[in-house]
């Protein structure tokens, strides 16, 4: 397979990937404006639903990347580099942002779904119209750009 086959793949993989994560954005934002706890849940267990999916993604673009990296000999230059350490440290920085929050969020929702009051509803309010959503989804368009820049332009 040529080097034009592998890219192919690495992009397919990255389009699977944004097709994947949108639900997940879709319903973070959507959330903010949710107050019945039951219907929270429902769009937490939609954005679960995604995840699969992500990760095929994520196993795709990568592999297909590699392959390409080493068939078009990059990994001698500094972008290739730069891109793959800024993917790895996104997911990481995506993962300590956004699981802590969902998971205190369905903590929460099932809590009071199941008729306790130890949260208000004011306290709910609170929490699901932070700034979180708008954080986790600039870091990672920021980081899809940064990314989309160093591949098109490969500036060292």
Not at 20 to 46: C, N, W, Y
Not at 108 to 137: D, K, T
Request: aromatic share 14%.
């Amino acid at each position: 397979m040529d080097y034009q086959y592998w890219v192919f793949l690495h992009v397919a993989g990255v389009l699977g990937f944004v097709m994947a994560h949108g639900v997940s954005v879709a319903v973070a934002f959507r959330i903010r404006k949710e107050r019945d706890p039951t219907r929270m849940l429902s769009l937490l267990q939609l954005s679960t639903s995604s995840v699969t999916w992500l990760y095929i993604s994520i196993l795709v673009l990568i592999g297909a990347g590699v392959v390409a990296g080493f068939i078009g000999d990059w990994w001698s230059q500094g972008w290739i580099w730069t891109a793959l350490i800024a993917f790895v440290l996104t997911m990481v920085a995506m993962y300590i942002l956004a699981s802590t929050y969902y998971k205190r969020l369905r903590t929460i929702a099932e809590a009071m779904a199941g008729g306790s009051q130890a949260v208000s509803e004011e306290r709910l309010a609170e929490v699901v119209s932070g700034p979180r959503a708008w954080v986790i989804a600039v870091v990672g368009f920021g980081s899809l750009v940064f990314i989309l820049y160093l591949m098109l332009f490969k500036p060292f």
